[in-house]
């Protein structure tokens, strides 16, 4: 198959701004392989034909192990094929041996991985409130019980209303389908920072503290997280990276767990883009 926007030749020269870096951005799956092993050789295609289909979704990674045994050997490979996925920088997961088709398809969609184009961002009625939408939701499951995804529609509702608690009841009842849904782990996320912020101090007193000692990460972490669910993303953001700029190994690293968290929340390509590329320069 011909060389594709989608797949690549992986060496020791463009490893880590090609695999790892831009596992920041979208998910690398990184396929050691070699030309004298016929399951590799059957593997290959598969992989290349899903990294099309996909269409960036995630990248494939080639990596040859007998021109790049260095490679092969940082990673610890001892089979072959072995395919490694990275994600925001690290290794997640991988499998050996020729899966078939069926198998890479499911091992991408446990990582939420999925074919086409991202799912577009949820349009909001702007002249509805958070309660208005709440209580069209609620008449909307009355009239149709088993059109579950209005149930996640009223999770993200419940949260943008301040109801966190509910949301949370909402989103444990649905089926474990929904549990790599793109909605699913954006809310999941959000309730986890809303946790993060119980007994907190007020946004004003976190600002007072952050301006009276700029090494106070504590107040700097809440204060990030009160900004990025008030809706202030970027200055959010900013937050996160000047801890991980200043103390990078702060609370094993929180820093960089909660831009991570963030990116995954937030459905601002653009902003994440420019945030993903400002960690990588910090962390490379």
């Given at each position: 198959m011909a060389e594709s926007a989608h797949f690549f030749d992986a060496?020791?020269?463009?490893?880590?701004?090609?695999?790892?870096?831009?596992?920041?951005?979208?998910p690398v799956l990184v396929d050691f392989w070699a030309e004298w092993c016929a399951p590799c050789l059957q593997l290959k295609p598969v992989l290349e034909k899903l990294a099309d289909e996909y269409a960036g979704a995630f990248r494939l990674a080639k990596v040859d192990t007998e021109a790049e045994m260095q490679l092969a050997s940082i990673f610890g490979i001892r089979s072959l094929p072995t395919v490694v996925l990275l994600k925001d920088g690290?290794?997640?997961?991988?499998?050996?041996?020729?899966l078939?088709?069926?198998?890479?398809?499911?091992f991408l969609a446990k990582h939420a991985?999925?074919?086409?184009?991202p799912e577009p961002a949820e349009t909001i009625d702007l002249a509805e409130t958070p309660a208005e939408t709440v209580n069209r939701l609620q008449q909307e499951i009355a009239a149709q019980p088993d059109k579950t995804e209005l149930k996640l529609d009223l999770a993200l509702a419940l949260m943008q209303s301040g109801n966190a608690?509910?949301?949370?009841?909402?989103?444990?009842?649905?089926?474990?389908k929904f549990a790599t849904d793109a909605k699913a782990v954006r809310l999941r996320g959000q309730l986890d920072f809303a946790r993060a912020l119980e007994g907190a101090p007020s946004k004003a007193e976190l600002l007072q503290r952050v301006e009276h000692d700029a090494a106070d990460h504590a107040a700097r972490d809440l204060l990030g997280i009160r900004l990025l669910l008030d809706g202030e993303a970027a200055a959010g953001l900013d937050?996160?990276?000047h801890v991980l700029k200043t103390q990078r190994d702060?609370?094993?690293?929180?820093?960089?767990k909660r831009l991570i968290a963030a990116f995954h929340v937030l459905d601002d390509a653009d902003?994440?883009?420019?945030?993903?590329?400002k960690m990588a320069a910090v962390l490379f």
């Open positions: 060496t020791q020269e463009n490893f880590e701004n090609e695999v790892i870096k831009a596992s920041l951005q979208t690290q290794m997640i997961d991988g499998f050996m041996g020729a078939p088709e069926a198998g890479v398809r499911e991985i999925h074919p086409g184009a608690a509910a949301a949370e009841a909402e989103l444990d009842a649905l089926p474990a937050q996160f990276l702060w609370q094993d690293g929180q820093a960089k902003l994440v883009g420019t945030y993903r590329r």
